[in-house]
């Protein structure tokens, strides 16, 4: 009896060893540089996602990171594992396959960017006729502008690119007719190229941002936890007031 209870004092210190009680759970999100939304400063990645993950993991007792990465590389980590969630994202089709979807965090919109030296004057989309319109894609946004103008995309010229900033250049020098984009994308960008000759004309169409999980990949009770305190968050007006800071406005 005497070596039963060392033993035993022993085996329970082991396995405390292997399964501390205390071990938080490790969940890694992916993210693309997509100022204002998600961005790098003095070697952190900020933004308001960033700002709302860290606030949520926080809560739930979750050993959360955030990595920036291009966005298709975001898309492939969350699809393979190598990243469990992904931020900002709006819902499509293809998405709703593969993703879980945290409840709506904020509200955007796209529409039109003009020159003000050849303005086109957008009120509809058959305004876009004969022009040339500069997006970045392939993404959420250039699968929109697709959709838009596809009773008439012969008579249209896209004019791709994987980012932002090169699509406002253009425009600020009237070499793509308008600029198709996020609003908040796009005020940002202009700010940052110093381009006083932009102007935002059209809205096309409201967009919500979620944060996205992969359902094959993420644990069910961490996305349970997390959409959780996201819907406390919003109820109390906590997520309004971390939004506001950014000035962007919260999903109802």
Same mark, same amino acid.
């Given at each position: 009896?005497?070596?039963?209870?060392?033993?035993?004092?022993?085996?329970?210190?082991?396995?405390? @060893?292997?399964? +501390? !009680?205390?071990?938080?759970?490790?969940?890694? /999100?992916?993210?693309?540089?997509?100022? =204002?939304?998600? *961005?790098?400063?003095?070697?952190?990645?900020?933004?308001?996602?960033?700002?709302?993950?860290?606030?949520?993991?926080?809560?739930?007792?979750?050993?959360?990171?955030?990595?920036?990465?291009?966005?298709?590389?975001?898309?492939?980590?969350?699809?393979?594992?190598?990243?469990?969630?992904?931020?900002?994202?709006?819902?499509?089709?293809?998405?709703?396959?593969?993703? @879980?979807?945290? +409840? !709506?965090?904020?509200?955007?919109?796209?529409? /039109?960017?003009?020159?003000?030296?050849? =303005?086109?004057? *957008?009120?509809?989309?058959?305004?876009?006729?004969?022009?040339?319109?500069?997006?970045?894609?392939?993404?959420?946004?250039?699968?929109?502008?697709?959709?838009?103008?596809?009773?008439?995309?012969?008579?249209?010229?896209?004019?791709?690119?994987?980012?932002?900033?090169?699509?406002?250049?253009?425009?600020?020098?009237?070499?793509?007719?308008?600029?198709?984009?996020?609003?908040?994308?796009?005020?940002?960008?202009?700010?940052?190229?110093?381009?006083?000759?932009?102007?935002?004309?059209?809205?096309?169409?409201?967009?919500?941002?979620?944060?996205?999980?992969?359902?094959?990949?993420?644990?069910?009770?961490?996305?349970?936890?997390?959409?959780?305190?996201?819907?406390?968050?919003?109820?109390?007006?906590?997520?309004?007031?971390?939004?506001?800071?950014?000035?962007?406005?919260?999903?109802?």
């Amino acid at each position: 009896m005497k070596n039963i209870i060392p033993l035993t004092i022993s085996l329970l210190l082991v396995l405390g @060893t292997l399964f +501390p !009680a205390s071990a938080k759970m490790q969940i890694t /999100f992916a993210t693309q540089d997509f100022f =204002p939304f998600s *961005y790098v400063q003095d070697n952190r990645i900020e933004g308001p996602g960033a700002e709302i993950i860290r606030t949520v993991c926080a809560r739930i007792n979750t050993d959360c990171k955030i990595t920036i990465q291009p966005w298709l590389r975001s898309i492939r980590m969350t699809r393979r594992g190598k990243a469990h969630g992904i931020f900002m994202v709006g819902k499509n089709s293809e998405r709703e396959k593969w993703m @879980t979807f945290s +409840p !709506a965090i904020m509200v955007t919109e796209y529409g /039109f960017f003009e020159c003000l030296e050849a =303005p086109i004057e *957008y009120k509809e989309p058959k305004n876009l006729i004969g022009k040339t319109i500069g997006v970045y894609g392939p993404s959420n946004t250039s699968r929109q502008l697709e959709n838009l103008i596809k009773e008439f995309s012969s008579k249209v010229s896209i004019d791709l690119t994987p980012d932002d900033i090169t699509q406002f250049r253009k425009l600020s020098r009237c070499r793509v007719d308008t600029v198709y984009s996020n609003r908040e994308v796009g005020f940002a960008t202009i700010k940052s190229i110093n381009a006083s000759n932009i102007v935002y004309t059209g809205t096309d169409k409201k967009i919500l941002y979620y944060i996205g999980f992969s359902r094959e990949h993420t644990p069910e009770e961490f996305i349970h936890n997390f959409n959780n305190e996201i819907e406390l968050m919003k109820k109390s007006g906590e997520l309004s007031l971390i939004l506001s800071k950014y000035n962007m406005q919260a999903a109802p």
